[in-house]
């Protein structure tokens, strides 16, 4: 596996890629560690968590150096999501035993009824680049602490990440094998979730890459859970707070350079403030800093690979083509490495890729609308559902819309962000299931029903 420093066009570093040999001893290693790591204390296995956020921020800045150099991500932001990580850690830890705790149920006068949450054994992630610490962290943490073992296959553009959580586990303390990287490339996917001793799967990134797993899953009846694209509205209501909502509108497009299922894609701008929301969108877009993703100052990096940004621009120029106005950005920036400018699209048709599909990358389109009610329809026209937001001056209106929206979740007056605390996932072909909070633990356990009479 070559890694190819997306700012520079450069090759970093190249891997030995496993073999199908290597993916069998692991599969064994990993059996046989789950046999001895299921029967762990709970306490010890949170005590473990706690011992690898501390890791996480002892070797922030290392970690942080690693993602800005296979990913392109400003490293600012990576530091941030290397503190993300060590949170995640540190919230499963602390409420996991509660989460996980026996439930008991109604039951006939001399019997104990209840449901335990017992771990399933291997479970196998294939995770994307884009937020290559976070993604891992936010299936790795609760399923070690509920007693599962994990097989991670990460994307082939983040190798160094891979083996540096790996690491992260074992030098917390983590049994030797609870935790392994594969460096595989997506043709042996299927054939780790052929073995019987995978017990799920779980993916996030492209629909085409989820469909293949879920469909691999599903033949040989295992559980997933998908975490795929979105197309997220930013609605913005003729009573919002404009000032706020175009700096958070800016942000919201333009995190991790544009490359989050989660930012805002669409924007859904309401007459009365349609002028002076665009105006200062495209303003807030053109300021920010585009370059050096190793430069604190930098808002915005390079995208992830050279193939991405030219997808990316393919779809920009489709949409162009077929009507849409580039109001800024809208061409590659002429200088070595992937830099896509800040873009906004206005007089966005319908049918164009900025209205249907996901544009990964930080390009807004933007879309007028006349009332609430247009503003609901033009929210739910798309396939996606992961998230959304709404903006407005009255909290209740916000809620009352936040129901109309047919995602996984919808935040008023706040950007769209995950939480270890709140369940996280979509509907629609965004996919299904939950991570992160209580839902995200019980995911890959055992529902067991215990009735002793
Ligand atoms: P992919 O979905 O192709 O990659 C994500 C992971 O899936 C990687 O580990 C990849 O491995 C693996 N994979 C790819 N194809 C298959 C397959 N057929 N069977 C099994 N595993 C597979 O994302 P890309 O990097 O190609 O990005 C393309 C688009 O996906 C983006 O433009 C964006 O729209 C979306 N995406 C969404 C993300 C999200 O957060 N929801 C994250 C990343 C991308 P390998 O790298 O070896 O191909």
New binding site residues.
């Given amino acids: 596996m070559n890694v190819v420093n997306p700012a520079t066009g450069e090759t970093v570093e190249t891997y030995e890629t496993d073999d199908e040999a290597d993916v069998v001893t692991a599969l064994d290693h990993a059996e046989s560690t789950f046999e001895s790591w299921r029967k762990r204390p709970q306490r010890d296995r949170e005590e473990l968590l706690v011992s690898a956020a501390e890791i996480l921020r002892e070797r922030q800045s290392e970690y942080a150096e690693l993602i800005t150099r296979e990913m392109g991500k400003p490293i600012t932001q990576a530091e941030s999501e290397i503190e993300k990580c060590a949170w995640v850690c540190e919230h499963y830890a602390e409420y996991a035993s509660t989460y996980l705790e026996d439930e008991y149920h109604p039951s006939p006068a001399g019997t104990e009824v209840k449901t335990s949450y017992e771990p399933l054994g291997p479970i196998f992630a ?6 290559p610490f976070w ?1 891992v962290f936010r299936f790795a943490a609760p399923n070690l602490v509920a007693g599962n073992v994990g097989l991670l ?5 983040v190798p160094g990440c891979a083996l540096a959580i790996e690491e992260v586990f074992r030098d917390a303390g983590f049994p030797e094998n609870a935790f392994q990287t594969l460096l595989v ?2 043709d042996l ?2 054939d780790v979730i052929d073995d019987d001793r995978v017990k799920a799967t779980t ?8 469909s ?2 879920a469909a691999a899953s599903g033949e040989r009846i295992k559980k997933s859970v998908l ?4 197309s997220d509205p930013f609605v913005v209501l003729d009573d919002a707070d404009l000032e706020t909502t175009i700096e958070k509108g800016v942000r919201a497009r333009n995190q991790n350079s544009g ?3 989660i930012a805002a894609k669409r924007f859904i701008v309401h007459d009365d403030v349609y002028d002076e929301f665009v105006s200062g969108l495209v303003e807030g877009a053109a300021s920010l800093t585009v370059g050096d993703p190793t430069d604190p100052e930098t808002d915005v990096g390079p995208q ?1 690979s050279a193939e ?1 940004l030219a ?2 621009h393919d779809q920009v120029e489709r949409s162009v083509a077929a009507g849409a106005t580039v109001e800024t950005g809208g061409e590659p920036l002429d200088r070595d490495g992937a830099f896509y400018p800040p873009t906004v699209l206005t007089d966005v048709p319908d049918d164009s890729p900025a209205a249907r599909d ?1 544009l ?1 990358g930080p390009v807004a389109a933007v879309f007028r609308v006349d009332d609430e009610s247009e503003a609901m329809a033009r929210a739910n026209d798309t396939r996606f559902g992961l998230g959304g937001s709404v903006w407005t001056t009255d909290r209740e209106r916000g809620e009352r819309l936040a129901h109309e929206i047919e995602a996984g979740c919808v935040y008023v007056n706040r950007v769209v962000g995950s939480d270890p605390r709140v369940p996280f996932g979509g509907v629609g072909v965004s996919g299904f299931g939950r991570e992160l909070s209580e839902a995200g633990i019980k995911e890959f356990v055992n529902r067991k029903t215990i009735w002793v009479q």
Avoid: D, I, R, Y
């Avoid at 296959?153 to 553009?157: N, T, W």
């Avoid at 993916?203 to 989820?210: C, D, H, K, V």
């Fill in positions: 294939v995770m994307p680049w884009n937020f993604q296959k990460h994307a082939s553009s490339s997506s996917v299927e993916l996030t990134g492209s629909g085409p890459a989820g293949a797993v975490e795929l694209g979105g490359q989050s299922c992830a991405l997808e990316l996901e990964f």
